[in-house]
């Protein structure tokens, strides 16, 4: 798409030129990078008392951090009036996700995001329940009494699966999918590498590891190149989240996505939809062994649900509202985008002395929003029942975002949510998944808010 501004960071502003006070803990010619580096998440927490917004020196560069949500809420709004670009995080997935709409700048996403969205209207979500209820019937169906299961691992396999499947149903479409399955670990695990790195110089050096990385990405893009154009020859709608997007097509210009195009938005759909719901996925099964007491009630309600032994469908999602609330719980306290980024493309004052000049980068975290005692009551307790239909009007929305909000929104929520509540269901059905006494769990910062590992031991409800 053309008619983008390309934005790059300035060099740094003269201390004296922000009202907004520089953080805590600088190094001399280091910045914050250190602590930043030792404690990610923490660092970023315990700066949320020196103030609605930081300064924080990434090297000799100012990033803002914004910490209250009015500040985050008026920096989201200006993503719909062209004001922001995504900012450096993003520019590194670029050479894989290309132009897709998590990628891409303002104007082209202006264009591109309401080709994309009838896609995941709730109509075709009714056909993805049927693909994530299997899918999640089979990786549950495999596991046998008393062993161990790595809930981190499943997880992640099966979300992947079930985004694969819900792009690519037919049978070309499958076999697809298959390879995508092989070769996508490889690439996201690159992807999240790069993106934290604060040197690119390396990428280009011919390291096996970059030569592996860069074989895998044109591996996989060439894959979906063959699926777009088997499908194109084809013109049937397989019912799935590619068909759609071939069929979208601009309200004004009647024009649709390119072959380039659509393979963006495919790739940007498996990177966007994977690690994110498998992620917050093991902290559900975590927080359920934490606390019987919410886990009995989970059980229960599926039990009633799934009364006649059938895969679940969309119909019974809506019968799970206390699933539901555990889904809620899980993204607030465990929500896996940990950080999340913009770039000033224009000027930008957003008020509280944060004035935005092009090429100014803005940071926030909204896990560290989630866990804010100002915000939230009790912020590290694992309560459900917050999202109770008597207490969910008090939870202020403007902190709880964990998709993110404005016209950049999580375009796969309602996808991610439904995934959330069928594989619960599915597995609670039939196990409990016990931790190991003892076993501690740590929270890795990296592409996103992860467990480090999570053995579990799959027992038998009956
Ligand atoms: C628990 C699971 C998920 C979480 C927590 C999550 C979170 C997010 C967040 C925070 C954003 C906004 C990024 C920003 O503002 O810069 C986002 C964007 C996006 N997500 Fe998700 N996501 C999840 C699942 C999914 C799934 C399942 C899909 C697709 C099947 C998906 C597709 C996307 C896409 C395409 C975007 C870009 C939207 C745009 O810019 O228009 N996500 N997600």
């Avoid at 020196?50 to 989201?76: F, K, M, Q, T, W």
């Avoid at 992947?160 to 049978?171: A, E, G, H, Y």
């Avoid at 590619?242 to 009647?254: K, T």
């Avoid at 939809?273 to 606390?291: A, I, K, M, N």
């Amino acid at each position: 798409m053309s008619g983008t501004r390309e934005t790059t960071p300035r060099a740094p502003a003269p201390e004296t030129a922000s009202p907004v006070p520089v953080a805590s803990g600088r190094w001399p010619g280091l910045g914050h990078a250190a602590a930043l580096a030792r404690h990610r998440l923490g660092y970023l927490q315990s700066l949320r008392a020196e103030g609605d917004a930081v300064r924080v020196y990434l090297g000799r560069r100012p990033v803002h951090l914004l910490n209250s949500p009015d500040l985050i809420r008026r920096l989201l709004a200006a993503d719909s009036s062209g004001s922001l670009d995504k900012g450096r995080f993003f520019d590194k997935m670029r050479p894989v996700l290309g132009d897709g709409i998590l990628t891409c700048r303002s104007a082209a996403h202006k264009v591109q995001r309401p080709l994309v969205q009838p896609a995941f209207h709730q109509e075709r979500i009714r056909r993805y329940v049927r693909i994530m209820a299997s899918e999640a019937a089979a990786t549950s169906g495999g596991w046998t009494a008393g062993a161990v299961v790595w809930v981190d691992r499943e997880m992640h396999d099966l979300a992947l699966r079930i985004v694969t499947r819900s792009l690519f149903s037919s049978d070309v479409g499958v076999r697809a999918a298959e390879e995508c399955f092989r070769l996508f670990p490889l690439v996201s695990a690159g992807v999240a590498r790069r993106t934290l790195s604060p040197v690119t110089w390396w990428e280009r050096v011919p390291t096996p590891g970059n030569r592996r990385f860069d074989a895998a990405v044109a591996r996989l893009h060439q894959v979906i190149d063959e699926v777009v154009s088997a499908y194109r020859t084809d013109g049937r709608d397989h019912g799935d989240l590619l068909s759609m997007l071939l069929a979208a097509r601009d309200e004004d210009s009647g024009a649709g996505l390119s072959d380039a195009q659509l393979r963006d938005e495919a790739l940007t759909i498996m990177g966007a939809g994977t690690e994110t719901t498998s992620v917050s996925l093991s902290w559900l099964f975590y927080e359920l062994d934490r606390h019987p007491e919410i886990r009995e009630r989970v059980e229960a309600e599926v039990d009633a649900v799934h009364a006649d032994g059938e895969d679940l469908g969309f119909e019974h999602v809506r019968q799970l509202p206390y699933t539901q609330q555990v889904v809620s719980e899980t993204l607030r306290l465990h929500a896996p985008i940990w950080l999340l980024m913009r770039r000033a493309a224009e000027p930008l004052d957003l008020g509280g002395g944060v004035r935005l000049t092009p090429g100014d980068e803005v940071l926030f975290s909204p896990t560290a929003l989630h866990r804010d005692p100002a915000l939230h009551a009790d912020p590290l307790r694992f309560d459900p029942d917050r999202w109770s239909p008597e207490r969910r009007n008090g939870v202020d929305r403007a902190a709880y975002l964990p998709f993110g909000a404005g016209s950049r929104r999580c375009i796969g929520d309602v996808f991610a949510r439904t995934e959330m509540t069928v594989i619960t269901a599915a597995v609670v059905r039939r196990w409990r998944l016990t931790a190991p006494p003892g076993l501690t769990v740590r929270e890795v910062a990296s592409g996103s808010l992860e467990p480090d590992a999570l053995p579990m031991t799959a027992r038998p409800r009956d």
